[in-house]
């Protein structure tokens, strides 16, 4: 009873965030429209949507039970529909983001990953990333050795410029793509950023920023809250 109440009082936004999810999911391309997946996602929102509206105090067990399946399917399918190419973001709204894992890995550049954790240490989703150029330093991080340090911080402080690119303040000219997220090292200025769009097929190596693609941090920024832990691991 307790939660038909909660769903009744929430049906409005869950009606709302379902149409929003049909307008994320109408822009994508014939392709991805043409799949089991979009038609299977499409289904499941009619019916969600349906029951939803349909909603009385007659449910049974079994129907509420459906209810709450069916909204979980529609969030998992949509994120993996939805999240760019290369990632991993299939579970990332499953749950909020409470911690960023960054493994740098200097020994094999295709394992260096950062991963975005719930608060029981879960992996919601995770993405390729590159580091800093300098890779033989491992300890005594300083401003100007291009290296990504290692210890536990976190985020302080978002930014973006309304779809406009961000440029480096103590860098002029430095691109960071279209959305930064500070990490919080004292004295460094380190971020976790993207490129220029003339080089977003690729990760190169950063002065000791955590470099992510485009597409991958700008699907990820609205899920980051400034005071996000972040570790940078080895």
Known sequence: DAFRLEINKKSPALINRLDEI?????????DKKKSSEYQSLTKQINESKSQILGLNSSL??????????????????????LAPAGADFVHLRDAP????????????????KI????????????????????????????R???????????????????GKILYA???????????????????RGILIHGSTPQKDDRLPPT???VRMYNSHIAYIYPMISKGTEIEIRE
Request: hydrophobic share 30%; with cysteine; glycine share 12%.
């Open 97 to 112: 983001i409470t911690k960023i894992l960054v493994i740098k890995n200097r020994g094999d550049k295709n394992k260096r």
């Open 22 to 30: 049909v307008s994320q999911i109408y822009k994508l391309p014939d």
């Open 60 to 81: 049974t067990e079994s129907e509420i039970q459906k209810i709450i399946q069916g909204l979980t399917t529609i969030s998992q399918q949509s994120a993996s529909l």
């Open 115 to 142: 991963y975005f954790l719930d608060k029981d240490g879960k992996t919601l989703g995770s993405a390729p990333i590159n580091i800093g150029s300098n890779l033989k330093k491992t300890a005594g991080f300083s």
């Open 144 to 162: 100007g050795d291009k290296t990504t340090p290692t210890g536990n911080f976190k985020i302080s402080e978002k930014r973006d410029n309304h």
């Open 207 to 209: 002065d000791g920023c």
């Open 169 to 187: 303040r103590t860098r002029p000219g430095v691109v960071l793509g279209y959305y930064a997220l500070d990490i919080g090292v004292p004295g």
